[in-house]
T-cell receptor, first 114, second 116 residues
Framework: AQSVAQPEDQVNVAEGNPLTVKCTYS??????LFWYVQYPNRGLQFLLK??????LVKGSYGFEAEFNKSQTSFHLKKPSALVSDSALYFC????????????FGTGTRLKVLA | DSGVTQTPKHLITATGQRVTLRCSPR?????VYWYQQSLDQGLQFLIQ???????AKGNILERFSAQQFPDLHSELNLSSLELGDSALYFC???????????????FGPGTRLTVL
């Protein structure tokens, strides 16, 4: 079965420190991978996506993610966290062929402490 | 503001009832997606329409149905409502210009459904 795992329900990090939010996936064939962020009482906002090419993808607000095919991972990173980065982060995958269905992870709550 | 609008913002209804949620995509976007977000099940993809036709189906219950109209707005119909249907329902849209790779989805603010 195709799936996305975000192993941490919550990640706490001090302001100014680097942050990582983990995502691993299981799909048949090549994946398209996405990160979205959700602020309280808001819809999801697109951060970045991996389609093909360079494994390091840069996105909005200083976030980046690295596609690792051998580890089937797509971890979200930022070199220096801000308090305003505190939100719920979702990883999503869509297989490159066979289906248009999107599969979302369960979300990771990021808390950046001042 | 993503450009995707959803109405109503909040909906409170009773078990057994039927409701309709409405979504207007961003101008020019041909695809509309529906998602359900609940505390215990996370974010679930329900269904996608592309230019009026159903393109992909996710975990959508038989009591739920959707359609996309010629003006590209979409409606999600939920019937025989149960307490467990209480959730935030999101609509998203994307251009889907015909390339194989997926275009970015832009999410609306959601409709919060409470079933009492």
């Amino acid at each position: 079965a195709q799936s996305v795992a975000q192993p941490e329900d919550q990640v706490n990090v001090a302001e100014g420190n680097p942050l990582t939010v983990k995502c691993t996936y299981s799909v048949s064939g090549n994946p398209y991978l996405f990160w979205y962020v959700q602020y309280p009482n808001r819809g999801l906002q697109f951060l970045l996506k991996y389609i093909t090419g360079d494994n390091l993808v840069k996105g909005s607000y200083g976030f980046e993610a690295e596609f690792n095919k051998s580890q089937t991972s797509f971890h979200l990173k930022k070199p220096s966290a801000l308090v305003s980065d505190s939100a719920l982060y979702f990883c999503a995958v869509r297989p490159a062929s066979g289906t248009y269905k999107y599969i979302f992870g369960t979300g990771t709550r990021l808390k950046v402490l001042a | 503001d993503s450009g995707v609008t959803q109405t109503p913002k909040h909906l409170i209804t009773a078990t057994g009832q039927r409701v309709t949620l409405r979504c207007s995509p961003r101008s020019g976007d041909l695809s509309v997606y529906w998602y359900q977000q609940s505390l215990d099940q996370g974010l679930q993809f329900l269904i996608q329409y592309y230019n009026g036709e159903e393109r992909a189906k996710g975990n959508i219950l038989e009591r739920f149905s959707a359609q996309q109209f010629p003006d590209l707005h979409s409606e999600l119909n939920l019937s025989s409502l149960e307490l467990g249907d209480s959730a935030l329902y999101f609509c998203a849209s994307s251009v889907d210009s015909g390339r194989a790779a997926p275009d970015t989805q832009y999410f609306g603010p959601g409709t919060r459904l409470t079933v009492l």
